[in-house]
């Protein structure tokens, strides 16, 4: 055993996730951002750009994609950063859950405890966000599919330690990835690009601090819980990654649906684009100990290894 592989004392993990939260509360008092007022809620939707960056369509690179009109590829991107955003409420909500449960009757002066709230309002702002964005879209509401909102319904009551931190990170690093494309790219309609960028600069500090939370929640965790948990994360992470676009998008978008499915579907280069995106998530899983064989059925399920 490396020195850097000695499990850290009581003492200083608490010191080092002290030190975490502050910096982290600081970072969010110097740069944060009101979505009412960043965001250009008011001037009409041009339907002369895309939704989101076109390489990241479920469809882009099949023979359909090739078929459709300029016209088609722009609503199908729109209807499916709609979804993406969508499922962001949903993931949000069951984060929200968790994190209030995590620090329900602890010490309020804690710095954790204070991010933790602050971290809350965020994903409250972001919600708001994203529902205004899908709306402006032009999309109705998207909703995962019954079994993903019953098994939400399981996962935001139970999950705790790793398992809560775990996936609350593979939701936002997977969002994050594609966000960062999005938000650079001008021929996406300029407030998605704004709610791209708000979404990215806030959930930065969330990721860390999911991280932190992760390292330190399996502190000590012997081999049983880590191989459950480890499971859990994984089938967490493919019904959340699962439920991004809704089956309906294609339908909304005008397209043959069945179709549009099959394609999508069989796609390698959205599967590609989904493995690239979730690199270093999957670096930091395995260096937890958290990719089991089990888990990686199900990450290879959802495209992420």
């Known amino acids: 055993m490396t020195s850097t592989d000695v499990p850290r004392t009581a003492e200083a993990a608490g010191a080092g996730r002290h030190e975490t939260a502050r910096r ?31 390489e990241w369509s479920t469809l882009y690179g099949t023979a359909y994609w090739a078929e ?20 962001g409420i949903w993931f949000e909500m069951i984060l929200q859950q968790m994190v209030l449960r995590d620090f329900y009757a602890k010490d309020p002066t804690d710095p954790a405890f204070q991010w933790a709230l602050t971290e809350i309002a965020d994903e409250c702002r972001h919600s708001i966000m994203f529902a205004r964005g899908a709306e402006k879209l032009g999309a109705p509401p998207y909703r995962p599919r019954r079994l993903a909102v019953e098994l939400g ?14 996936a609350i990170l593979v939701a936002e690093e997977v969002l ?24 990215v600069v806030e959930e930065s500090r969330h990721m860390k601090f999911a991280r932190e939370e992760t390292r330190e929640q399996l502190e000590g965790a012997g081999f049983l819980r880590r191989r459950i948990n480890a499971l859990v994360i994984a089938i967490a992470s493919y019904f959340i990654v699962s439920s991004m676009i809704n089956r309906d998008v294609y339908k909304n978008a005008g397209l043959d ?49």
Request: aromatic fraction near 8%; glycine fraction near 4%; include cysteine.
């Open 24 to 54: 982290l509360l600081d970072s969010s008092a110097m740069l944060s951002y009101d979505p009412a007022t960043e965001v250009d809620w008011e001037t009409p939707l041009d339907k002369d750009f895309h939704g989101a960056s076109p």
């Open 257 to 305: 649906a069945e179709r549009a499915l099959r394609e999508a579907k069989a796609n390698e280069h959205h599967k590609s684009m989904m493995r690239s995106s979730c690199a270093g998530l999957m670096e930091f899983l395995g260096s937890c100990g958290l990719l089991t064989r089990p888990a990686l059925v199900f990450y290879k399920r959802a495209n992420l290894i």
């Open 153 to 166: 319904r399981v996962f935001k009551a139970t999950a705790r330690g790793e398992a809560a931190y775990a």
């Open 68 to 87: 459709m009109t300029p016209e088609q590829q722009k609503e199908l991107t729109r209807q499916e950063a709609a979804s993406v955003a969508s499922t």
């Open 176 to 199: 994050d990835v594609m966000q960062r494309d999005w938000m650079r790219d001008e021929r996406v309609v300029p407030f998605v690009r704004t709610i791209n960028n708000i979404h």
